[in-house]
């Protein structure tokens, strides 16, 4: 069994910071990929973020230069650091991330999301 902790949101003021965590564990034997995706209300759910196993990264356009993602040393955590947040930013943020288990199956699991808040 897999669980995904993410921690971090909050409220912000227009061009402060927060910092996203998300945090695998159980039976895990690889991680590849790591993504954060949001869903701002009444809009579909779109990918932000991603880093591979070998740590390439890929941004969301309109993130780019403010965003970025990272996996800490153990590898089983990844972050989202984002900075000079605009309202438009205002989302439920969700880390996605692939994993095998012990015994082989590999799938994409979510994280239970956490709101993003940006005061104009």
């Known amino acids: 069994q897999v669980q995904l902790v993410e921690s971090g949101g909050g409220v912000v003021q227009a061009g402060g910071s927060l910092r996203l965590s998300c945090a695998a564990s159980?039976?895990?034997?690889?991680?590849?990929?790591m993504d954060w995706y949001r869903q701002a209300p009444g809009k579909q759910r779109e990918l932000v973020a991603s880093?591979?196993?070998?740590?390439?990264?890929n941004y969301l356009d309109s993130v780019k230069d403010r965003f970025t993602i990272s996996r800490g040393n153990a590898k089983n955590t990844v972050y989202l650091q984002m900075n000079s947040l605009k309202p438009e930013d205002t989302a439920v943020y969700y880390c996605n991330v692939e994993i095998r288990v012990m015994g082989g199956v590999r799938a994409r699991y979510w994280g239970q999301g956490t709101q993003v808040t940006v005061s104009s």
């Open positions: 159980g039976s895990i034997f690889s991680i590849n990929a």
């Open positions: 880093i591979t196993s070998g740590d390439s990264t």
